[in-house]
């Protein structure tokens, strides 16, 4: 197990001299923070921008394909988190999360912005609260994998936040990603996050990655309340997108202007 994770940093680290797939360089101070992504499913329905107004603070211009914004609810397993130059932690550097997301676009950066997230562990989610500003709350969550079937469930514990839950069986399948290729690169391959702290400042925290190895997907999504808090109607098909595994590195907020 050891040697996993340690393997994985050396992948994280490595994921630096990929940058050719960019739409802007790689900043130019230190990452702080490495993560490997596994068995994550893209979840995507089409909003219209109106119903993400009282959402999405105005600082914030939606990014928009063709008209429509698009929320996303990703479930994924995190595995050897760590700070910079502290190695993987056994029991703190591996949980599952759930993101809950749409997108948006400032000063020709396109990036994501979260609506909610979800983790298992209650020190990470303590502690991305404080360095990151970000909507975390501590979940109830299983991830179990069975050959490449993958059986996910997550209901939110955290009392300061409106209940959510989340239930699906999910998996690569055969054929041509949902929606075209142009517009699954256009969802997934995001390059930083924002955030919005009180008033009108607005931070961003760069993010790289290799290109996503995306792969066409199905699900059999059984609960999903995720939307609720925020008025969004999550029902419907969604487009299905999965990927296996990504390498991340994450750079520290900044402020904007």
């Not at 990929?18 to 329905?45: S, Y």
């Not at 079937?149 to 409106?162: A, E």
């Amino acid at each position: 197990m050891k040697s996993r994770r340690l393997r994985a940093t050396a992948r994280q680290r490595r994921a630096l001299g990929e940058t050719a797939h960019r739409p802007w360089p790689v900043p130019d101070e230190p990452w702080v923070m490495g993560q490997t992504w596994r068995d994550l499913l893209f979840a995507h329905w089409p909003v219209e921008p109106e119903e993400l107004e009282a959402v999405v603070p105005r600082e914030l211009p939606l990014h928009l394909w063709e008209g429509r914004a698009w929320v996303g609810v990703t479930p994924f397993v995190v595995g050897s988190a760590h700070p910079r130059g502290v190695p993987p932690l056994p029991w703190l550097s591996e949980f599952p999360e759930l993101n809950t997301r749409t997108y948006v676009t400032l000063d020709g950066k396109p990036g994501i912005y979260f609506l909610s997230l979800d983790a298992a562990r209650l020190p990470a989610v303590a502690a991305a609260r404080r360095l990151y500003r970000l909507p975390y709350f501590h979940a109830e969550m299983e991830a179990a994998r069975a050959d490449r079937r993958i059986s996910y469930c997550s209901v939110r514990r955290s009392g300061d936040g409106p209940p959510a839950a989340f239930r699906a069986a999910y998996g690569p399948q055969e054929g041509g990603l949902d929606g075209g290729e142009a517009l699954a690169r256009w969802l997934a391959e995001r390059y930083c996050l924002y955030v919005k702290e009180e008033g009108s400042q607005v931070l961003r925290g760069e993010i790289h990655h290799p290109l996503w190895p995306l792969e066409s997907a199905w699900a059999d999504i059984g609960l999903n309340t995720m939307g609720e808090p925020f008025g969004l109607d999550l029902r419907g098909r969604p487009l299905l997108h999965f990927a296996g595994r990504q390498d991340t590195l994450v750079w520290p907020l900044r402020p904007l202007h």
